[in-house]
T-cell receptor, first 111, second 114 residues
Framework: DGGITQSPKYLFRKEGQNVTLSCEQN?????MYWYRQDPGQGLRLIYYSQIVNDFQKGDIAEGYSVSREKKESFPLTVTSAQKNPTAFYLC??????????FGSGTRLTVV | DQQVKQNSPSLSVQEGRISILNCDYT??????FLWYKKYPAEGPTFLISISSIKDKNEDGRFTVFLNKSAKHLSLHIVPSQPGDSAVYFC?????????????FGGGTRLMVKP
């Protein structure tokens, strides 16, 4: 079955460390996205990529970095520069008609 | 500035009654509006959508109404069931040079009481 896989489900990081969240899709979608969800808030766009080897900043890109070396993969690195990294992170992909598919998310906690 | 807003953070409804979730938007260039349902620690799942050229779309117990002049849409769930308890996100889709971009509202937590 096609879908999006995010790993790990739960992640703990020490303050000051970088951490990379994985996102893989086998839907053959060109576009991929990273969102962040905080309690009581909607999903805010961190980065997006419309095609391999290209990506753009979203609304809250500061303290994050991404790469898109393969169509299937869009990893997100939360750097030590991100001031409030504890959140629920969602990866998504979309087809050419705008149909979005979401992963099951990664809960990142900074300890 | 938020382009999509859900002004009610929570809603409590009795089982069997109607649930009405509201959403307002500011950008008249949105092409589609979508509703997603989300359980804790899971990704959102698509529920129902409506094109900007329509004013109603129905799918089983779910109906979405769009009032373009008021820039307002609503999701009606009838009859409401305890399994409907979740957070509902309104989202607006725009197709532009950047691709198909979704903008989300802040979500409304629906609680359906047995």
């Amino acid at each position: 079955d096609g879908g999006i896989t995010q790993s790990p489900k739960y992640l703990f990081r020490k303050e000051g460390q970088n951490v990379t969240l994985s996102c893989e899709q086998n839907l053959n979608h060109d576009a991929m996205y990273w969102y962040r969800q905080d309690p009581g808030q909607g999903l805010r766009l961190i980065y997006y990529s419309q095609i391999v080897n290209d990506f753009q900043k979203g609304d809250i890109a500061e303290g994050y970095s991404v790469s898109r070396e393969k169509k299937e993969s869009f990893p997100l690195t939360v750097t030590s520069a991100q001031k409030n990294p504890t959140a629920f992170y969602l990866c998504a992909s979309s087809d050419s008609f705008g149909g979005y598919t979401f992963g099951s998310g990664t809960r990142l906690t900074v300890v | 500035d938020q382009q999509v807003k859900q002004n009610s953070p929570s809603l409590s409804v009795q089982e069997g009654r109607i649930s009405i979730l509201n959403c307002d938007y500011t950008n008249s260039m949105f092409d589609y509006f979508l509703w997603y349902k989300k359980y804790p620690a899971e990704g959102p799942t698509f529920l129902i959508s409506i094109s900007s050229i329509k004013d109603k779309n129905e799918d089983g117990r779910f109906t979405v109404f769009l009032n373009k002049s008021a820039k307002h849409l609503s999701l009606h769930i009838v009859p409401s069931q305890p399994g409907d308890s979740a957070v509902y996100f309104c989202a607006a889709l725009m197709n532009n040079n950047a691709g198909n971009m979704l903008t989300f509202g802040g979500g409304t937590r629906l609680m359906v009481k047995p």
